[in-house]
């Protein structure tokens, strides 16, 4: 049973624009989340995070909004630009211990 | 260097070998991960390790996954009687552990292909 969902594999946005990737969770108990950008042939880097004591969370470029009550959390990028393109997994880990659960990731193509 | 070092970056095997990949992690890091990501799918948790505790094997899929820390630092994951569904790239990484922010570093990964 997936505890974190991306349900779009994919998403393409023109220069300029606003990207907003999406991710859902299931367990109660995650009260930290963070976002995670890979290259292909490359790890996964760490973009942004957020706590469960906040709503939004901005670094320049990047916001992430979290809507507790939803299990909700998104992605904005604004404005989005071609090295941008790259895929972007979700994660959440509980107060109580420190396994991060990913989710499948969405491919973003930014498209000048 | 300072990040994350995984070796070999490419291994190719045959059906029913075993196969052992390391991972470096960052100095100081008490925390290590293994995750795997086959073809088209996303990050799959295989095996964390903590400090001295007790590593949480939940996400291995068989008992042909093992995976060994030592000295608190290096870890091996090792697949024996590799099959072809075990192909997919294996990424490490690391992190402060509990406590902080739980920031992880990955390596760049081990791309498996069991022939």
């Known amino acids: 049973d997936q505890q974190v969902k991306q349900n779009s594999p994919s998403l393409s946005v023109q220069e300029g624009r606003i990207s907003i990737l999406n991710c859902d969770y299931t367990?109660?108990?995650?009260?930290?989340f963070l976002w995670y950008k890979k290259y292909p042939a490359e790890g996964p880097t760490f973009l942004i995070s957020?706590?469960?004591?906040?709503d939004k969370n901005e670094d320049g470029r990047f916001t992430v909004f979290l809507n507790k009550s939803a299990k909700h959390l998104s992605l904005h990028i604004v404005p989005s630009q071609p090295g941008d393109s790259a895929v972007y997994f979700c994660a959440a880990r509980p107060a109580s211990y420190d396994k991060v659960i990913f989710g499948p990731g969405t491919s973003l193509s930014v498209i000048p | 260097g300072a990040g994350v070092s995984q070796s070999p970056s490419n291994k190719v095997t045959e059906k029913g070998k075993d196969v052992e990949l390391r991972c470096d992690p960052i100095s100081g890091h008490t925390a290590l991960y293994w995750y795997r990501q086959s073809l088209g799918q996303g990050l799959e948790f295989l095996i964390y390790f903590q400090g001295n505790s007790a590593p949480d094997k939940s996400g291995l899929p068989s008992d042909r996954f093992s995976a060994e820390r030592t000295g608190g630092s290096v870890s091996t994951l090792t697949i024996q009687r590799t099959q072809q569904e075990d192909s997919a790239v294996y990424l490490c990484a690391s992190s402060l552990g509990q406590g902080t922010k739980n920031i992880q570093y990955f390596g760049a990964g081990t791309r498996l292909s069991v022939l």
């Open positions: 957020i706590s469960s004591i906040k």
């Open positions: 367990n109660s108990m995650f009260d930290y």
